[in-house]
């Protein structure tokens, strides 16, 4: 089990865009094009999102992958991807082999109805976004929230006014520009900003590089302890 873990900080801006409304993905056809989002199960407890970004590559937020209490690992045994789950059902169930902010599957999903999703470039503050997550008010379906704005970017993270709960960490943040969903960064937090909530983001682009490549290389990374921070742990912060 393998981990290269970001820990993030950051000087908050107040929001100056709307949120957005959240769409219910509850039926086959809803979800349709989104199947490579799913959830990702943590030891039957708890849970997060996450996304497809190869057969046998999903990409999270490293705090779902240790306990909140213990800030101990999760045992890899214990970690299930769901994707495109819907209402008790998946679209397919693999159980991971190695993880990092990037998870390697036990087995590739290779399915025609599931298409990993392509990223793309790091958005510049203004730009408009989506995000697909499950959370605990809505965890047997995935919700798109498809504008949301980025409100600030800050060395390789960004301040956006997406609504996320628990249960959207690690999900992935969308840019639709050319018209195709692309995944530019990863859900890491909620916060707080001048009294309203925003959310936190990693970029994915340069790490992610990293990441794969110590993933081929069999080269195991864990920088920072990340296991003790359970102050930030995935959830709520207040800046």
Known sequence: MRYLIA?????????????GGLFSMESREDGR????VGRLEIGGTAFCTG??????????????????????????????????WRNGRAAAYRRVRHDLAVIELQ??????????FALGPFPEAGEELGVV????????????????????????????????????????????EGGAPRIVS??????????????????????????RGALEADIVRNPLGAGRRRDTGAKFIKP
């Open 133 to 176: 997550s499950y959370a605990h008010d809505r965890s047997e379906a995935p919700a798109l929230q498809e504008y949301c704005g980025v409100l600030d970017r800050q060395e390789g993270m960004l301040v956006l006014d997406c609504t996320v709960d628990f249960g959207s960490s690690g999900a992935p943040v969308f840019s639709f």
């Open 186 to 211: 990863v859900i890491s937090a909620k916060a707080e900003a001048g009294g309203a909530p925003v959310s936190l983001a990693t970029g994915v682009s340069g790490p992610l590089a990293e990441l």
């Open 7 to 19: 820990l993030l900080a950051a000087l908050l801006a107040p929001p100056a865009l709307a949120q």
């Open 33 to 36: 094009g989104w199947e490579a």
């Open 107 to 116: 087995l590739p999903i290779r399915n025609h109805a599931i298409a990993p």
């Open 51 to 84: 996304a497809l970004i190869a057969p046998e590559l999903v990409l999270t937020a490293a705090h779902c992958l240790f306990d909140a209490q213990s800030g101990a690992r999760v045992p890899v045994e214990d970690i299930q991807f769901l994707a495109g």
